[in-house]
């Protein structure tokens, strides 16, 4: 990878892993110490895996490899880990996580003297790698956050001094774009442009989820040599779910016309037919679940929307800042509550083999596009005992 044709993060990545693989090849010098800086954990995972390569036998990984964090071990246990031979391995590789623990609760005094003293003196038969990834670094450093600016700053006044700085900084789309056309072609297939556009832009360039989604369309398209747009939309979840979002976005404006459209796209899309009904009630379930957890946690960025929603229950990236406007249309959780009703009167009914499903689901999206009547009688009793 050139610097002239990746952007910053893989191309700090690139010369990490050239660095380590001359080192372990005899053909260059090793640091006794990295520091990787940054979230973008498709890259941390890269340059792992290049150390692992290099230094850390499998047979011996019990021996040689060791994943240390400092919120629960400090400093001294780690730099001791360092300094202490193996009887079985004649190499130390050492991960430490957690590193932003070295700068909080106040001062270290202690620790920075023991890492100098360390770093004089290193052991040449262990490598210290301090992952920094409490530290966001943008594409575009110029839209680097203050507060992450002065992290970078105080570990490059600190670790950096002893140990090289390895700045991981997010993928732009380009980069994501490229990355998925050179890495189909080393497998033998091609991407066409506007397929590699819409698996970046409907994954938010998240680069762990665009690897694993490639590996699914290189084996769903094995034989082709070819990976066209339908071959995404048909095989990304994230793709199918942007008319799906489109969808939402209508039924909480209670534009019903558009939503009515907008559900006939998906139908006539979909080589299923009638039969993914259930596929698209479920993802309706989902998203009306997702905004009721914004509306009760009072999300209004998308920052703090991957605190509210835990793993596998998050929208794609590109989604986020359209779902928490869709959220806050609904003034309180009753009218999220009444579609989640709604919802599962419909899963019920296309159970329930009906003559025609696609009846179903357009009744479903008229109501849940529709103002709620006033509930009265029996059904207001059981309303108030859903919302508790």
Wanted: glycine share 6%; proline share 4%.
């Amino acid at each position: 990878m050139s610097g002239a044709r990746w952007g910053a993060g893989f191309t700090a990545a690139g010369r990490f892993v050239a660095e380590i693989e001359a080192a372990a090849a005899g053909k260059g010098e090793l640091k006794p110490g990295y520091v990787l800086v940054g979230d973008e954990t498709f890259l941390l995972d890269r340059c792992r895996a290049a150390v692992l390569k290099a230094f850390v036998p499998e047979e011996l990984r019990d021996f040689c490899l060791s994943d240390m964090d400092l919120s629960s071990a400090s400093i001294f246990e780690v730099l001791d880990r360092a300094q202490s031979p193996s009887l079985m391995a004649p190499f130390q590789a050492v991960f430490v996580r957690n590193v932003k623990q070295l700068y909080t609760r106040g001062a270290k005094k202690d620790e920075f003297v023991a890492l100098e003293r360390y770093f004089r003196s290193p052991n040449p038969q262990a490598l210290i790698i301090f992952v920094a990834d409490f530290v966001r670094i943008p594409s575009d450093l110029r839209r680097m956050e203050m507060d992450d600016k002065n992290r970078f700053e105080r570990l490059t006044e600190t670790l950096g001094q002893h140990c090289g700085m390895v700045e991981l900084a997010r993928v732009n789309e380009d980069d994501a774009m490229r990355w998925v056309a050179a890495t189909a072609q080393e497998q033998g297939a091609r991407v066409d442009p506007d397929a590699a556009r819409e698996l970046v832009d409907a994954l938010g360039a998240d680069m762990m989820m665009i690897s694993s989604e490639l590996e699914k369309l290189l084996l769903y398209t094995l034989g082709k040599g070819r990976i066209t747009l339908g071959d995404v939309e048909t095989m990304v979840l994230s793709a199918k779910q942007r008319s799906l979002y489109e969808l939402t976005d209508a039924i909480s404006a209670r534009d019903r016309a558009k939503a009515l459209a907008l559900l006939q796209g998906l139908l006539n899309s979909s080589d299923a037919g009638e039969d993914a009904a259930i596929g698209h009630l479920y993802m309706l379930a989902r998203t009306f679940r997702q905004m009721l957890v914004i509306l009760e946690k009072n999300v209004r960025d998308s920052r703090a929307i991957w605190q509210a929603l835990w793993q596998g229950f998050r929208m794609p990236p590109f989604a986020a800042d359209d779902l928490i406007r869709q959220a806050r249309r609904f003034k309180s959780r009753r009218g999220l509550t009444r579609a989640l009703r709604l919802i599962a009167r419909a899963d019920l009914e296309l159970r329930s083999s009906p003559p025609d499903k696609r009846l179903v689901l357009e009744r479903l999206v008229y109501e849940l596009a529709s103002e709620p009547k006033p509930a009265s009688g029996i059904f207001a009793s059981d309303q108030l005992s859903f919302e508790g």
